[in-house]
Every structure is written in structure tokens, then in C-alpha cells.
């Protein structure tokens, strides 16, 4: 499809379990970018990847969180021993380049720590 | 360090009435500004964006913002609501240099009939 895919889009999962999200970006962005969205609250920016530049990781809550981007194109967000804290939307967006700030986002993939 | 404060968690107007927005940021440098838009149960979407060009930036669906640096505001506008733009409503800064958005707390909108 044209535009950005995720994977799971709903994931529900025990506390203590490691969970692995993916994204597909728009074909040809070259910046990509995870945001977290819980209940009532707005976006909480995780991490974002611009090319071959090293990541911006300053929004990971914690060493339970990491991404990965490899060739440029796909992404996945892997969170280890899950919590329940963990529970939000995870939202993926990518970007022709991280200086327009046209973000396009992916519909998010829900995740539920049980 | 950017940041952005939507001064309204949630605005209710009816239909045909305007609608005002309202969103203050704090930036060191000269950012860029942004509109998003989600709808329920849907994805963001870009409403509209200011860059340092005109400082009245029109959107999508008759919204425009109006950039104002003496009140470091970036309020959003709407002559006349219409039930479809109920939706929560994002306002977000970015360094013009690029990098990561920040995004505001969100006020969601609602149209009574």
C-alpha cells in the first residue's frame, strides 16, 4: 500500500513478555519516528531515525525499550519485560526528510499488558 | 528546549458557530509550527503548517492558524464548524533544522447539532 503499515494492530500480552511492533514506511522517506500514545494523554515521542545518521533514542522511557531500522526502511520497536505501564497506542510516522516535519502516520498498533 | 502548550483539553462549539483553538509555544530559535488532526479511531493527519513564509497559514477543511511571535502563539481557527470536525487536535513544534516533533497535550473538539 501507499501508505505507513504497522503490525500487530493489536497486541495483548503478559506482564514479563517481551513484544516486538513493526512499521512499514512510505516508500522513499528516509526519516522514520515512534511516538507513544496513552489514554488522555498526547504523543510521546520515543525515537526517530533520519537516514543513515545515528538514531535520536532521548524519548525511550527505558533500557526495556529499543528500535531498529535496518536498510533504511522498515523499523521495529521491541520492548523487553513487558509492564503494565507499558499499555498505549504505539503510533509509527515516516517523512521524505526530518526537516519538513510532514509526518505520515500508520494507524498505530495497540498494545495491552495484561 | 522547544516545547508546546495547548491552553484548552477540550472545546465544544455547535454547528455553524467558529471554532478557536488555542496554542502557546516556547522555542530558542525561530520553529516551525504545526496543525494535526486525529479522528476517531483513525491516523494523524497534517491540517496545516507554518515555516517561516506567510504568517497566516491556511489548512485543510477551512482551518487556518495564525503565527503571532510577540505572543508566541499558534492559535487555530474556523469560521464555522461543521459535526465533521470533531476530532482531537494536536498542536506541534519542531526545530527548523529538522528532528522530532513535539507534540501538545490535544484538545479534543466537539459539535453539538
Known amino acids: 500500500g501507499a501508505g505507513v503499515s504497522q503490525s500487530p494492530s493489536n497486541k495483548v500480552t503478559e506482564k514479563g513478555k517481551d513484544v516486538e511492533l513493526r512499521c512499514d514506511p512510505i516508500?522513499?522517506?528516509?526519516?522514520l519516528y515512534w511516538y507513544r500514545q496513552s489514554l488522555g494523554q498526547g504523543l510521546e515521542f520515543l525515537i526517530y531515525f533520519q537516514g543513515n545518521s545515528a538514531p535520536d533514542k532521548s524519548g525511550l522511557p527505558s533500557d526495556r525499550f529499543s528500535a531498529e531500522r535496518t536498510g533504511g526502511s522498515v523499523s521495529t520497536l521491541t520492548i523487553q519485560r513487558t509492564q503494565q505501564e507499558d499499555s498505549a497506542v504505539y503510533l509509527c510516522?515516516?517523512?521524505?526528510?526530518?526537516?519538513?516535519?510532514?509526518?505520515?502516520f500508520g494507524e498505530g498498533s495497540r498494545l495491552t499488558v495484561l | 528546549a522547544q516545547s508546546v502548550t495547548q491552553l484548552d483539553s477540550h472545546v465544544s462549539v455547535s454547528e455553524g458557530t467558529p471554532v478557536l483553538l488555542r496554542c502557546n509555544y516556547s522555542?530558542?530559535?525561530?520553529?516551525?509550527l504545526f496543525w494535526y488532526v486525529q479522528h476517531p479511531n483513525k491516523g494523524l493527519q497534517l491540517l496545516l503548517k507554518?515555516?517561516?513564509?506567510?504568517?497566516l497559514v491556511k489548512g485543510i477543511n477551512g482551518f487556518e492558524a495564525e503565527f503571532k511571535k510577540s505572543e508566541t502563539s499558534f492559535h487555530l481557527t474556523k469560521p464555522s464548524a461543521h459535526m465533521s470536525d470533531a476530532a482531537e487536535y494536536f498542536c506541534v513544534v519542531s526545530p527548523n533544522q529538522g528532528g522530532k516533533l513535539i507534540f501538545g497535550q490535544g484538545t479534543e473538539l466537539s459539535v453539538k447539532p
Open positions: 510516522a515516516s517523512s521524505f526528510t526530518s526537516r519538513t516535519g510532514e509526518l505520515f
Open positions: 516508500s522513499g522517506h528516509t526519516a
Open positions: 507554518y515555516t517561516s513564509a506567510a504568517t
Open positions: 522555542s530558542s530559535y525561530s520553529p516551525s
